[in-house]
């Protein structure tokens, strides 16, 4: 069971526009630790994808962005390319727990 | 180009022991907070261990406390993980992971090596 709560799954065709929702509390998404997305391509290693709810480290596509509401937090992806047929996981801090945190994970699938 | 690189792993049985390394180029290691991070099979993603660029302080997860010791040696760029008393549960490819100081985030990652704790 993982703190922080996300969608098994998502699918899109090509081109289209997904999100994927990641609900937290306010010890986690909620505090001001932010809240971070990290994609993981089938056999690899995770990568930072999104920091700080909505920043890109240098080489991340625009089509990727995040939102933060609350206790919860989204990523977007826009013009869905199959390459982007991935897991998504998001990440925060929480200071109930003094453990860093992640979501269950997304299994992105594009069509 | 930041690199790390995890060695360690292998078969081992339950009540076993064994170390991981991971070791760090590309950067200066000894400025940045470094972590463990866990992914058992077809599952997510488990932090369970932190050490600071002093060494001190040091966290882990309720999960491996008491068991893994976490350590580093700045000298040679290098990040560790003690593992005793091995439970199959803890079969998992570990990752180590950097973390800037006064963020939150993890931002460069190892390619994992394969812990499998088996009788």
Redesign the interface.
Known sequence: Q?VLTQPPSVSGAPGQRVTISCAGNNSNIGAP??V?W?QQLPR?????LI??INNR?SGVPDRFSGSKSGTSASLAITGLRAEDEADY?C???DISL????????TKLTVL | EVQLVESGGGLVQPGGSLRLSCAASGFTFSTYEM?W?RQAPGK????FS?ISPSGSPI?Y?DSVRGRFTISRDDAKNSLYLQMNSLRVEDTAIY?CARKTVG??????????ILVTVSS
């Open positions: 993982s630790y932010g971070h990290y690899t290693a995770p990568k930072l920091h700080d480290p996981y990440q925060s801090y003094s453990a860093w945190v992640f979501g269950g994970g | 972590n991070v997510g993603l488990e932090w932190f966290y997860a990752y963020t939150v985030y993890f931002d460069y990652w190892g390619q994992g």
